[in-house]
């Protein structure tokens, strides 16, 4: 059976580590729904959150070979009732001045910003999970959307849990855990 | 004296010093020429391949032969790219080596300059690592890594490209690292304890127990310690192809190979079996055909160091992630009480049948063919096995791809010697650079290489570099004058359309062993097996024998 999961992986902030990362999905042929990167607060670590699916099977296959990646250093599932996920979207709809007002108050019911206006287009912004920029995209279909930016998802686990930290050593441990004394 | 380290170049040689290496298989170019440069004050002895491929090939025969990393060293552009099918083929294999390509100048890298090519962008899906060298300061650390990297946990090649300018530049001094320090690469060794006792505790329940040995277990190096497990509980073995010679050939407890080209007796063993101990094997498609089958009313015990090749093509029962040597040290330590001597009664009735059967059809297919064919042909599998009985008990035996592949696997007796070949990519033309690497790695050692005419003439340019290096190498040319083993699949997928396998014009190989120097033998048929046999063995250099065998015949 199909499912869908979301990947979290901390890499090493290396020339190349992405390209490894999505080479190896599309080599052996998994799923990416969607991929995102991004250096953390620690300059030497990049995280990557991305969306795949498969069955059981593949699944464990994408968790295990992606471990095996030399510059990986941790690779979990972020659990949907565990985690917070976020997408932003960049929405360019066509609206003279006379559809001007109806796009606003359907940007605001989905807390949409209005970040550029010209005399016939709007561009609104939002952010939420997947299925809220769907459920805005849909309501705006009735519109002309003339371009379309979506960064796919970033997720974080809830709470203090999950945690992964790099000492200045370079060694990784769990937060929650503590300090490797070694 | 160990000379001064100035350059990059200097600090890659007193690197590759460091890590003990004796031989670079290599091909200079401009690229990597800063490299050999450095090298003509080493002790290190360069060996000048033919072709780049071969430095792959050798590089990895000699890992096999010696137990440590073969090097091999090209230029950038073409000389790379010939590269890759080595390091395929020992990735496939797990075989750890370090190949090092050298690069266009870093500034120019990029702009499609002559002779530039992305080696670590090709060779992406098989390396287990690669780098590209910024920085000659980085040098000694990416070497010190790149040999951990290659030999430990799951093995394989990996990859160091260096810009020309990189190995020109000057360096302030060198010192070597004493350890790595890699955050995310920690391969897990010692199998888990409870695990550990689980294997043992099923031992104990099971009633036909099997243990099937792959390529792990050279590779670990644990061919004694699973041997005295075998032998103190009396569990039957098979092999893997990669896994052949984990027991000597003729061992009582050893039932054969299992697969699709396995045999008999092997393959009914483990379909018999209660409880499988797949040990360093990846249950892959040419052994285990149908893996759903084995987890079928079986308990599937999974032994290997690499976590993602358990479960990947076949659910186990128990997981069991470590290095196989410390797994059998571990099992070895423990206590099991168990009787298997009824299976193992039941297993030797099976063999002594399928032996007699098996030795009245070669009787029958030896005079039927004299009957048929206008003229006498050598049977492969006779002269296969009165071969490796003649050869000296720890021979390396390098079959190459195809028929002669089959026929080796089913035929040779390994005893204390190796048995090696292109498992997984299944490399034509892998069996000559391998044996050239072998015997450097094992000089002490008899090496003998078995191919086709067809992968023969893949690699026969390094009967120039065995000549030039004294390197004494027996090779045997299963001669038919076709592509058997595709031959065959067309007899029996396409009804004997026998496309683009003809090679009736193939050089006369007593001329071509001349105009190597090298020696030359030949048998046309039965007749005169074993002094031939004898006779080429004991020739001293290289020689070659051309053994003519029925294209019709197979395997």
């Known amino acids: 059976m199909q499912k869908k999961k979301v990947f979290q992986l901390l890499v090493d902030n290396t020339t190349g580590v992405l390209s490894r990362v999505a080479g190896l999905f599309s080599r052996r042929g998994y799923n990416i729904e969607s991929i995102s990167a991004g250096v953390t607060a620690d300059p030497r670590i990049t995280r990557i959150t991305v969306v795949t699916s498969g069955d059981d099977d593949i699944l464990e296959q994408i968790e295990k070979q992606v471990a095996k990646l030399v510059d990986v250093r941790d690779i979990h599932e972020l659990k949907p009732e565990e985690s917070v996920y976020r997408e932003l979207a960049m929405i360019k709809v066509k609206a003279d001045v006379s559809q001007r007002d109806n796009v606003i108050t359907l940007a605001n019911i989905f807390r949409g910003n209005v970040i550029d206006v010209s005399e016939e287009s709007l561009l609104i912004e939002a952010t939420g999970n997947s299925g809220k920029i769907d459920a805005l995209l849909r309501l705006l279909s009735g519109y002309e959307i003339l371009e379309l930016a979506r960064t796919g998802v970033a997720g974080l686990g809830r709470g203090t849990k999950n945690i992964i930290m790099i000492n200045p050593d370079g060694q990784t441990y769990r937060y929650a855990d503590g300090e490797p004394e070694d | ?555």
Not at chain 2, 14 to 26: A, D, I, M, T, W
Not at chain 2, 164 to 177: E, K, S
Not at chain 2, 197 to 205: A, D, F, N, Q, T
Not at chain 2, 449 to 469: P, R
Request: hydrophobic residues 40%; contains cysteine; proline residues 5%.
């Open chain 2, 1 to 555: 004296m160990l000379r001064k380290v100035v350059t990059g170049a200097d600090a890659l040689v007193r690197s590759l010093e460091e890590e003990n290496v004796e031989y670079v298989f290599g091909y200079p170019g401009v690229a990597i020429a800063p490299f050999f440069n450095s090298m003509l004050d080493s002790k290190i002895h360069t060996v000048l391949v033919r072709h780049e491929q071969c430095a792959g090939h050798a590089a990895s025969g000699y890992t096999r032969a010696s137990g440590k990393p073969g090097v091999a060293a090209v230029t950038s552009g073409p000389g790379a790219t010939n590269l890759i099918t080595g390091i395929a083929t020992a990735f496939a294999d797990s075989i750890p080596m370090v190949c090092i390509t050298g690069q266009v100048d870093s500034r120019l890298m990029g702009s499609d300059v002559f002779q530039e090519a992305d080696i670590s962008g090709a060779c992406e899906s098989f390396v287990k690592f690669s780098y590209i060298v910024r920085r000659a300061s980085d040098i000694p650390r990416v070497v010190k890594e790149a040999f951990h990297i290659a030999n430990t946990g799951r093995k394989g090649p990996v990859l160091i490209d260096i810009p020309h300018d990189v190995l020109m530049d000057r360096v302030a001094g060198f010192a070597y690292p004493v350890s790595v320090n890699l955050r995310t690469y920690k391969p897990t060794v010692e199998g888990h304890p409870v695990q550990i006792k689980r294997v043992i505790r099923e031992l104990s329940r099971a009633k036909r127990p099997i243990i099937c040995t792959g390529g792990g277990v050279h590779l670990s190096g644990a061919e004694a310690q699973v041997r005295a497990f075998a032998e103190k509980h009396g569990i039957p073995c098979v092999s893997t192809m990669m896994g052949l010679g984990s027991l000597p050939s003729e061992h009582p407890l050893f039932y054969g190979m299992v697969g699709n080209n396995g045999q008999k007796c092997g393959n009914r063993a483990m379909n018999e079996a209660d409880v499988i101990l797949m040990v360093g094997a990846r249950v892959a498609d040419r052994s285990i055909s149908q893996p759903d089958l084995i987890t079928e009313n079986k308990v599937l015990i999974h032994i290997d160091v690499d976590p993602a090749e358990i479960g990947k093509n076949a659910g186990p029962t128990i997981p069991l992630v470590g290095d196989i040597r410390h797994v059998f040290d571990e099992f070895n330590a423990k206590e099991l009480k168990v009787d298997y001597s009824e299976w193992l009664a039941w297993l030797d009735k099976y063999r002594a049948e399928v032996k007699a059967e098996s030795e009245k059809r070669l009787a029958q297919g030896i005079a039927d063919r004299k009957v048929r064919a206008s003229r006498d042909y050598v049977d492969p599998r006779l002269f296969i096995r009165s071969l490796s009985l003649a050869m000296e008990e720890d021979a390396i035996y390098i079959a190459d791809v195809g028929q002669n592949q089959i026929w080796s696997c089913a035929n040779a007796v390994i005893r204390k010697g190796r048995f090696m070949t292109s498992g997984g990519m299944g490399t034509m033309g892998y069996s000559v650079p391998a044996a050239m690497g072998a015997r450097l790695g094992a000089p002490d050692r008899q090496v003998v290489a078995v191919c086709g005419d067809g992968a023969f003439q893949m690699t026969m340019m390094e009967l120039s570099t065995m000549d030039q290096y004294e390197v004494p190498v027996k090779i045997v040319v299963i001669r038919n004058y076709v592509l058997g083993m595709v031959r065959q699949h067309q007899h029996f997928a396409y009804h004997d359309r026998h496309a683009v396998t003809d090679m009736s014009t193939t050089p006369d190989l007593d001329k071509l062993a001349q105009a190597y120097h090298v020696g030359y033998m030949r048998l046309d048929s039965n007749e005169g097996m074993e002094e031939t046999i004898r006779a080429f063995l004991d020739e001293e250099g290289t020689s070659i024998l051309e053994v003519f065998v029925d294209p019709d015949d197979l395997c």
